[in-house]
């Protein structure tokens, strides 16, 4: 069974730092691309930062380059997103998926319709 666990999420005060983990497993980590989103209340969906096979470039949102730094522990089947310097605007539910039909070579996507499997979310709340 395909899991995505999102965890990590908090409160924190604006220009504090938070590092979400997203657990996996039920499939081959080393074998399929991960994003992160989130999603605000009222809003839409939007893609975060992505991060794929082999040594492609991983992609992050205009709203978070230079403030959030995504990785993965391919030993752990865990990708994690370090977000430093945040704002009001990234209060959120965060959500890592899964893009099965990733391909070496390829970079990753930030569209969601590209991912096949979700995670449960996290709540990330930062007050000003």
């Known amino acids: 069974e395909v899991q995505l666990q999102a965890s990590g999420g908090g409160l924190v005060q604006v220009g504090g730092s938070l590092k979400l983990s997203c657990a996996t497993s039920g499939f081959t980590f080393t074998d399929v691309g991960i994003g992160w989103f989130r999603q605000a209340p009222g809003k839409e969906r939007e893609g975060v930062s992505c991060?794929?096979?082999?040594?492609?470039?991983?992609l992050y949102a205009d709203s978070v380059k230079g403030r959030f730094t995504i990785s993965k522990d391919d030993a752990n089947s865990t990708v994690y997103l370090q977000m430093n310097n945040l704002k009001p605007d990234d209060t959120g539910v965060y959500y890592c998926?899964?893009?099965?039909?990733?391909?070496?070579?390829?970079?990753?996507?930030?569209?969601?319709?590209?991912?096949?499997?979700w995670g449960q979310g996290t709540q990330v709340t930062v007050s000003s």
């Open positions: 991060i794929n096979l082999g040594d492609t470039p991983r």
């Open positions: 998926a899964a893009d099965f039909g990733a391909n070496w070579g390829i970079a990753c996507a930030l569209e969601s319709h590209f991912y096949d499997d």
